[in-house]
């Protein structure tokens, strides 16, 4: 079949075209809708101010948060509370225009707390040059495991400075799932070999924005450009469910079990085999690197790595892809989306 999608130089009306024509396909895989049952709260009673309160913008309901980036500062916010496993989730409408060298992360960890034997879930937005799909990345680290990054790059289907999407992260005694709206893109399933690795103790939500002009668009060529300051990210449909705890307490003093069995009896702790095939397809379509196909770096997956066949012969050695990307790459862009792909794997060691 002769798919436009072959075509080498898509005009970006033809990009549009594809990304309508794909979020359809997604969606018809994806024909059980999950509803996340789940209850939004109000910036105050979830939130506080993390840095930079003066670029902490509060709609007058206390529920939608803006965060802004200008040429003083990015800002950013954490949860109020520690959680020991929980769903976590926020509809983002990310900066319009031009974006090249923001990164906008929505994600928990522990770092304060435990400085060298951290945990943290990651799900990163790349900041995108005007007319070019988006991209952004999931990440997991457990108790320090920051020399052993299992993250995954991703291109958007849509455009995710139009309206909010919901990008979720759940985390059980399990599993981890990364969701953008109702659709599963990466499930970790926790295996006694990964250890440490999968991050288990108490952790703190984020949600931040920053200039990352030396390393997030193409290698760090694109910087942010403060002639269209300032760089706004709104966060609203605020969810923060899972047992709160005291981190510094060794004995947590609440009892989690009951609450951890709630969260993996939710609907969203489960990957159907429906939302599986949606999960496949967006993977096969848009993932564009992938540390268990990446055998330069890990010649033996990680224990966690499921190696799915039609995935893996996306790869080259590097992890990056090996074929055509599947809305018309060039090679000269491929090799910069390489050359990205090392920089953002050096700088994710921070
Ligand atoms: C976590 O890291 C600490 C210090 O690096 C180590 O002593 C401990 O054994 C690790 N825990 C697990 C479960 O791997
Ligand atoms: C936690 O609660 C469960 C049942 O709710 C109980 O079986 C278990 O013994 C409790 N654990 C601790 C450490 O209190």
């Given at each position: 079949m002769h798919s436009p999608i072959e075509r080498k130089q898509p005009s970006f009306s033809l990009f549009l075209f594809l990304c309508i024509t794909i979020t359809f396909k997604i969606a018809i895989a994806f024909n059980?809708?999950?509803?996340?049952?789940v209850s939004t709260l109000t910036f105050g009673e979830s939130y506080s101010p993390l840095?930079?309160?003066?670029n902490i913008q509060l709609s007058p309901d206390d529920k939608t948060v803006r965060l802004l980036l200008n040429r003083f500062s990015g800002s950013g916010i954490i949860s109020s509370d520690y959680y020991n496993y929980g769903f976590f989730s926020a509809s983002i409408k990310m900066p319009s225009r031009y974006t090249a060298g923001i990164v906008v992360a929505f994600y928990t960890s522990n770092v304060d707390t435990f400085e060298y034997n951290h945990d943290e879930l990651d799900i990163e937005f790349l900041g995108n040059v005007q007319g070019k799909a988006w991209r952004f990345q999931t990440n997991v680290y457990g108790?320090?495991?920051?020399?052993r990054g299992r993250e995954e790059r991703y291109r958007m289907?849509?455009?995710?400075?139009k309206d909010s999407h919901r990008y979720s992260i759940l985390w059980t005694p399990k599993n981890i799932i990364f969701y953008v709206d109702e659709i599963p893109i990466r499930e970790v399933i926790r295996n006694e070999a990964m250890r440490g690795d999968y991050p288990s103790k108490p952790m703190s939500v984020y949600a931040t924005i920053w200039?990352?002009?030396?390393?997030?668009t193409n290698g760090g060529k694109k910087k942010v450009d403060?002639?269209?300051?300032?760089f706004i990210a709104e966060f609203k449909d605020l969810v923060l469910q899972g047992c709160v705890v005291d981190p510094v307490d060794q004995i947590p003093s609440s009892n989690c079990s009951d609450s951890n069995a709630a969260l993996m009896a939710a609907d969203f702790a489960t990957v159907s085999a429906e939302a599986r095939k949606s999960m496949r397809l967006f993977r096969q379509r848009y993932?564009?690197?992938?540390y268990c196909y990446d055998t330069l770096r890990y010649?033996?997956?990680?224990?966690e790595c499921l190696i799915v066949p039609s995935e893996r012969e996306m790869f080259k050695s590097s992890g990056?892809?090996?074929?055509?990307?599947?809305f018309g790459g060039s090679n000269r862009r491929r090799r910069r989306a390489k050359r990205r792909s090392d920089a953002a794997i050096a700088a994710s060691g921070r």
């Open positions: 059980i809708a999950i509803a996340f049952n840095f930079s309160k003066f108790n320090g495991s920051v020399s289907w849509f455009d995710p400075s200039d990352a002009s030396s390393w997030a403060y002639r269209y300051q300032p993932m564009y690197y992938s010649p033996v997956p990680p224990p990056g892809l090996k074929g055509k990307i599947r």
